[in-house]
């Protein structure tokens, strides 16, 4: 079993930026993908970013790409997601997650273990 710790959310300002860290622990971290949500009120948690088990291979939702960028370092076991030019529509919780393989997916259910999520606010 994974444990997963988000952390780094907050208020920005529209246009700001702002970095997301998730601590995991309790498995061998390089070994699987891992990615990130994000689930606005009301709605359902949908894809963002993933990132395969070596940081070679990424996958970004069209709403962040050219904005977000995710990453990992697998020495600190730690995967980030620096989020560039906040729009009030990327106001969500954020949730990271470990993929249950290697392969970098855009599907929740091929992700295995979540954390308890960050919340980011961006105001307009």
């Known amino acids: 079993q994974v444990q997963l710790v988000e952390s780094g959310g907050g208020l920005v300002q529209a246009g700001g930026s702002l970095r997301l860290t998730c601590a995991a622990s309790g498995r061998t971290f390089s070994s699987y993908a891992m990615g990130w949500f994000r689930q606005a009120p009301g709605k359902e948690r949908v894809f963002v970013a993933a990132?395969?088990?070596?940081?070679?291979?990424?996958l970004y939702a069209d709403s962040v790409k050219g904005r977000f960028t995710i990453s990992r370092d697998n020495a600190k076991n730690t995967v980030y997601l620096q989020m560039n030019s906040l729009k009030p529509e990327d106001t969500a919780v954020y949730y990271c997650a470990t993929g249950r393989t290697a392969w970098v997916s855009t599907s929740r259910a091929d992700f295995g273990s979540w954390g308890e999520g960050t919340q980011v606010t961006v105001s307009s």
């Open positions: 990132i395969r088990r070596s940081g070679g291979s990424t």
